[in-house]
């Protein structure tokens, strides 16, 4: 994701995260599991940054997309 601006001192910390879309690719809800608040807060204004999703019709049907974000 070139949106994310990867915080300061993060080199290899790793974040799971869950995001929900609606039909036409826009944000609903966003889920972290990080122990650190930058990366949360990262990963969180890098995936509102890069809305609406283009979302192909095959896949319209799922709700939750988990990625993980892992800084380098």
Do not use: C
């Not at 001192?9 to 974040?15: E, F, L, P």
């Not at 204004?45 to 896949?59: H, K, M």
Request: aromatic content about 10%; charged content about 20%.
């Amino acid at each position: 994701m070139n949106a994310w601006n990867v915080p300061p001192h993060s080199s290899g910390q790793i974040a799971k995260v869950k995001i929900q879309l609606d039909l036409d690719g826009n944000v609903l809800s966003i889920d972290i599991q990080s122990n650190s608040k930058e990366m949360q807060d990262s990963i969180r204004q890098a995936i509102l940054q890069s809305a609406p999703y283009p979302l192909p019709d095959a896949i319209k049907y799922r709700q939750f997309f988990y990625i993980t974000f892992t800084a380098k």
